[in-house]
C-alpha cells in the first residue's frame, strides 16, 4: 500500500509563501508522474503542477510563474513552492502520484487572506 503524507499548508497572507511537501513511502521513480492538485469549495479538483519520472514539467496556467514542482530522490519527497500567493490559491492541496492518479494524499489545507 502506498502513502503519500502531505506537509506544510497553513494560513499565510497574500503574496506571501509556502512549500508543501509530500512524502512518498516508496521510491518516487517508481511512479510515472507525481502531481500536485487541489480543490476549493464548490469547485471541483483541479491539477496544479505535474512532473514526470524523466522530469518534465506542466502548471496550470493560474500559477505558472509563481509554483515550482520539485523533488528528492533521497527523500523520496516531491515539493510545492508556492510564491506570490492569491487568495484564489485557497484550497485544499493533495498530492497524487501514479498513472490516473492511482495514489492520493489526505490534502493539505492552504489559506491565502487578503
Known amino acids: 500500500q502506498v502513502q503519500l503524507v502531505e506537509s506544510g499548508g497553513g494560513l499565510v497572507q497574500a503574496g506571501g509563501s509556502l512549500r508543501l511537501s509530500c512524502a512518498a513511502s516508496r521510491s518516487i521513480f517508481s511512479f510515472n508522474a507525481m502531481g500536485w492538485y487541489r480543490q476549493a469549495p464548490g469547485k471541483q479538483r483541479e491539477l496544479v503542477a505535474r512532473i514526470t519520472i524523466g522530469g518534465n514539467t506542466n502548471y496550470a496556467d493560474s500559477v505558472k510563474g509563481r509554483f515550482t514542482i520539485s523533488r528528492d530522490k533521497a527523500k523520496n519527497t516531491v515539493y510545492l513552492q508556492m510564491n506570490s500567493l492569491k487568495s484564489e490559491d485557497t484550497a485544499v492541496y493533495y498530492c497524487?502520484?501514479?498513472?490516473?492518479?492511482?495514489?492520493w494524499g489526505q490534502g493539505t489545507q492552504v489559506t491565502v487572506s487578503s
Open positions: 497524487a502520484a501514479g498513472t490516473g492518479p492511482q495514489y
